[in-house]
């Protein structure tokens, strides 16, 4: 296998039980902010205290700095996002409206390092096994490239709907799958062993609600599936390293060349795109939606119920007065 190791059918069965959980729980935790709370604040105390130090601590896969400032990064994420969707007048508060953005970076910032720090690294490191080579330059550097094209935060705003969505209008298809590009390559070049679940299925759980459930939601969705990811991992790592479910990478360096020569490629090409856009219609990407005149940005605002919908232009034109 060209990315990873031949799986018996049951690891590929595995795949889409852990996709489809992750999917399930993203949507347990829109229901309300009660049980959002019990997900994220009750049971990472719990977790912290009673398992993660015996299941997460020095020698696990899962025992690294990154694993630890990831879990609570994303935790941080989903509060936020909370405090934002309930708390009334939060999201009109533009100082708040930066934490999106903040969180955002900072966890991309996160990988970056660590893409950088694995570049020198070669042997089995924490229970995984690292190969560092020029790849791990190269999606630092698409990292940075979608850090840089993160626009439109001023324009986050709450869904008129029962789930009270945090939605973000700029934050399009093509800024999402540069990043899924990106993080893929992130997760294979330095955690390649957890790659078949945490790179591919991790990623796509918050993809298809973001595109067909809870269009705009990308990040809410991303937070939340990236939480209950970690504190399953460092509560269980034996299932993505020992278990009859795991899928080790193929460590080969094609692979890792080809898979962060894509991320790259996708992020230099909205980067470019993006920036364009900037110079051509003179707008200001800290106080301006850059995408605001494309169709996907108004379809976003439509599903969350915070325009009205346009009809077709047939129906338009049925509508049209007879003078």
């Given at each position: 296998?060209f990315l990873f190791e031949a799986a018996p059918w049951y690891g590929?069965?595995?795949?889409?039980?852990?996709?489809?959980?992750?999917?399930?729980?993203?949507?347990?935790?829109?229901?309300?902010?009660?049980?959002?709370?019990?997900?994220?604040?009750?049971?990472?105390?719990?977790?912290?205290?009673?398992?993660?130090?015996?299941?997460?601590?020095?020698?696990?896969?899962?025992?690294?700095?990154?694993?630890?400032?990831?879990?609570?990064?994303?935790?941080?994420?989903?509060?936020?996002?909370?405090?934002?969707?309930?708390?009334?007048?939060?999201?009109?508060?533009?100082?708040?409206?930066?934490?999106?953005?903040?969180?955002?970076?900072?966890?991309?910032?996160?990988?970056?390092?660590?893409?950088?720090?694995?570049?020198?690294?070669?042997?089995?490191?924490?229970?995984?096994?690292?190969?560092?080579?020029?790849?791990?330059?190269?999606?630092?550097?698409?990292?940075?490239?979608?850090?840089?094209?993160?626009?439109?935060?001023?324009?986050?705003?709450?869904?008129?709907?029962?789930?009270?969505?945090?939605?973000?209008p700029d934050m399009l298809w093509f800024w999402i799958i540069a990043?899924?590009?990106?993080?893929?390559?992130?997760?294979?070049?330095?955690?390649?062993?957890?790659?078949?679940?945490?790179?591919?299925?991790?990623?796509?759980?918050?993809?298809?609600?973001?595109?067909?459930?809870?269009?705009?939601?990308?990040?809410?969705?991303?937070?939340?599936?990236?939480?209950?990811?970690?504190?399953?991992?460092?509560?269980?790592?034996?299932?993505?390293?020992?278990?009859?479910?795991?899928?080790?990478?193929?460590?080969?360096?094609?692979?890792?060349?080809?898979?962060?020569?894509?991320?790259?490629?996708?992020?230099?090409?909205?980067?470019?795109?993006?920036?364009?856009?900037?110079?051509?219609?003179?707008?200001?990407?800290?106080?301006?939606?850059?995408?605001?005149?494309?169709?996907?940005?108004?379809e976003v605002l439509e599903h969350a119920g915070l325009v009205p919908?346009?009809?077709?232009?047939?129906?338009?034109?049925?509508?049209?007065?007879?003078?």
């Amino acid at each position: 296998m060209f990315l990873f190791e031949a799986a018996p059918w049951y690891g590929y069965a595995m795949w889409f039980v852990v996709l489809a959980a992750l999917i399930a729980a993203n949507e347990l935790a829109r229901v309300n902010w009660r049980i959002a709370l019990l997900l994220f604040v009750a049971l990472p105390v719990v977790l912290t205290i009673f398992v993660w130090p015996s299941t997460a601590g020095a020698g696990s896969s899962t025992g690294t700095w990154f694993h630890w400032v990831k879990v609570y990064s994303a935790l941080a994420g989903c509060l936020g996002f909370l405090a934002l969707r309930f708390i009334r007048g939060a999201a009109q508060n533009k100082w708040m409206l930066l934490f999106p953005p903040a969180i955002l970076t900072i966890n991309i910032i996160e990988a970056v390092i660590r893409d950088f720090e694995c570049y020198g690294l070669n042997g089995v490191y924490d229970g995984v096994t690292i190969i560092g080579g020029p790849w791990n330059i190269m999606n630092g550097i698409a990292g940075i490239l979608n850090i840089l094209t993160i626009s439109g935060w001023m324009g986050i705003r709450i869904s008129n709907n029962r789930f009270k969505d945090m939605v973000w209008p700029d934050m399009l298809w093509f800024w999402i799958i540069a990043y899924d590009l990106w993080n893929f390559a992130y997760v294979y070049n330095c955690v390649g062993d957890h790659a078949f679940y945490a790179g591919a299925a991790l990623l796509i759980s918050c993809t298809i609600p973001a595109f067909f459930i809870e269009k705009g939601a990308w990040l809410q969705a991303r937070a939340q599936t990236l939480a209950f990811w970690m504190m399953w991992t460092m509560a269980v790592p034996a299932f993505v390293d020992t278990s009859p479910f795991a899928v080790g990478s193929s460590n080969n360096p094609a692979a890792l060349f080809t898979v962060s020569a894509l991320a790259l490629a996708a992020n230099v090409a909205v980067f470019g795109y993006h920036f364009g856009k900037i110079v051509r219609r003179r707008i200001n990407p800290l106080r301006e939606e850059v995408h605001a005149d494309l169709a996907a940005h108004r379809e976003v605002l439509e599903h969350a119920g915070l325009v009205p919908a346009v009809p077709p232009a047939d129906e338009r034109r049925e509508a049209l007065p007879i003078g």
